[in-house]
């Protein structure tokens, strides 16, 4: 059954435990962040949970953050399904066409603010990384814009710097869906119109935190997300399309001729963002629903939830792309490593035949157009890709550096790697340049590609063996991790050999 909105999925999250409410009154501007970030620091991923901030000094609403991307499991309850399937459920999603509705009116038009009413610093907007941030920012944001040649819908999340009572500096990169709409109203000579979408049903945000195929409606990727359309109504100020149940709407316009300095501001690979000329929105109207919750999306060092929606977004069209565009044979699973800022993909796959595993790593390492990853790593199917342990133990022991490991040079990188454009990133560059730098690529293959001395684990038979009786050995019961259970099952013989390409 579809979540109708943001309290219905919280009521969900909270039944199933994935859900605290932090009933101390906090401080926007440095505590909420510092709560925040030592629940993301300290909590393991399969304990963590959503947060719902009650009491918000100076302000009247509360503010639930981590609430669809704590973890890989809050991740499948936001999306219905089980974490397991998630790749798969988003490859269904992309190949429906499920349409969303139009209603005349909905929750979200409760209140209705125009003009002089409209006051940005109502909301509770946290900062982020205190001391080090510019100000406060919007983090969970659908922006909804049109392609003014098809009249479909981009939904994209996009961080927001709050500028004024009615205007946010907003960060478009040219390459993004957003930027490509941006260009073709640009081109007509007439600012984009914007709606912003915040407290949304949870399908709605993450279709905006996935890259869908350009093109697509993402109200309506959204609807099959939810299995039944998302209803929509009409933007007070434009033609948009804005979802009935957001709790807050913000309806503006992006100018053509303006870009102020925006930033710095801490961002999603774990460093500080440096100042830079962004875009704006200037706010006309804000509509909101009677007590609205307000949603926040915690990036900037990982862990983040920003990472996980990232990692299950782009790992599902990683693999999409691979198994069924490609149709490349032997992909088990991919995995954007929880650390890595979606820089490293791990690729798990039976290898067919030799330079199979070094097709498949060179052919996505040029995926995903400006989020394609800037390290790739190739294991065979008994290395457990989601356990760190036992991705390190292949590196160290499938792989000879001199034989292994390519690096392709004046690759596409992103501007927000500080590794590749820290150094001419200083005052006075020119935008254009700074979106035309390069960097390069480390491609591993970690798989076996000879004949190999079998591993020096016992036999499976006799591990399994030996945990049968293991209360009789007096010592406290042990849970068998995945990663082992997984190794004796791929070796599980006396054989002293391995052999390649089976
Ligand atoms: C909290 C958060 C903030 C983000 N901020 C930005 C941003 O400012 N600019 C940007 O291009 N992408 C940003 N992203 C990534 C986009 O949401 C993501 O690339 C998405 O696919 C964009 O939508 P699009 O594919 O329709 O362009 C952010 C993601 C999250 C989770
Ligand atoms: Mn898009």
């Known amino acids: 059954m579809a979540y109708r909105d943001l309290r219905e999925y919280l009521q969900t999250l909270e039944a199933k435990g994935k859900l605290r409410r932090v009933t101390k009154e906090v401080d926007k501007d440095w505590e909420l962040a510092c709560i925040t970030r030592w629940v993301l620091q300290a909590v393991p991923e399969e304990s963590r949970y959503g947060l719902l901030f009650e009491r918000i000094k100076g302000y009247d609403m509360p503010l639930a953050a981590c609430v669809f991307g704590a973890s890989r499991e809050v991740y499948a309850i936001a999306m219905e399904t089980e974490p397991d399937q998630i790749y798969e459920k988003w490859i269904k999603v992309l190949k429906s066409s499920c349409h969303y509705a139009e209603a005349a ?26 001391g080090k941030d510019i100000g406060p920012y919007f983090t969970c ?9 098809t009249g479909r819908h981009n939904i994209g999340n996009y961080r927001m710097q709050l500028r004024s009572k009615n205007q946010l500096g907003v960060q478009i990169f040219d390459n993004q869906h957003i930027g490509m709409h941006f260009q073709r109203w640009a081109r007509r000579g007439r600012p984009m119109p914007i709606a912003v979408a915040m407290g949304v049903d949870p399908a ?19 609807s099959a997300i939810r299995g039944e359309p998302v209803e929509t109504v009409k933007a007070e100020l434009s033609d948009l399309r804005v979802p009935a149940t957001a709790e807050i709407v913000l309806e503006g316009e992006v100018p053509l001729d303006e870009e102020p ?25 804000i ?7 307000f949603q926040s999306y915690v ?87 989601r356990d ?3 991705l390190e133990w292949a590196m160290a022991s499938r792989v000879d550096p001199a034989k292994d490991v390519v690096i392709l040079h004046d690759t596409e990188t992103t501007q927000l790697d500080p590794s590749t454009t820290l150094e001419i990133l200083p005052e006075g560059t020119s935008k254009r340049l700074i979106e035309r730098l390069t960097g390069s690529k480390l491609l591993i293959d970690a798989t076996i590609k000879k004949i190999y001395p079998a591993i020096s684990l016992p036999p499976k038979e006799l591990m399994d063996k030996a945990l049968e009786s293991w209360e009789e050995t007096g010592l406290p019961p042990i849970q068998v991790p995945d990663r082992t259970r997984r190794l004796l099952e791929k070796h599980p013989g006396y054989g002293l050999y391995i052999e390649p390409y089976q």
């Not at 300095?261 to 109207?285: D, H, Q, S, T, W």
């Not at 983040?304 to 699973?333: C, F, N, P, T």
């Open 204 to 222: 709605i945000g993450l279709a905006a935190t996935a890259k869908v195929p350009y093109g697509m409606d993402e109200f309506d990727v959204a």
């Open 388 to 390: 760190p342990f036992l």
């Open 141 to 149: 944001t659908s922006a909804i814009t049109v392609d003014p040649e």
């Open 105 to 130: 009116t909905g929750p979200c038009k409760e209140n209705i603010l125009r003009g002089d009413e409209v006051d940005l610093f109502r909301f509770p907007v946290p900062i982020w990384t205190p």
């Open 299 to 385: 990036s900037q060092m990982p862990p983040s939830e920003s990472l996980v929606l990232q990692q299950q977004a782009h790992g599902a069209a990683m693999y999409k792309h691979l198994v069924y565009d490609l149709g490349l044979e032997g992909i088990q699973d991919v995995l954007y490593t929880s650390a890595s800022a979606r820089a490293h993909l791990v690729i798990q796959m039976r290898p067919q035949f030799p330079g199979h595993a070094r097709k498949v790593m060179l052919v996505a390492q040029g995926l995903m157009g400006a989020n394609s990853p800037k390290i790739v790593t190739v294991v065979d199917e008994d290395i457990d890709i």
């Open 287 to 293: 509509t909101h629903r009677r007590s609205p919750i």
């Open 261 to 285: 300095m925006e930033g710095p501001f801490g961002e999603y690979m774990g460093y500080m963002g440096l100042a830079g000329p962004k875009r704006v929105i200037n706010v006309k109207a």
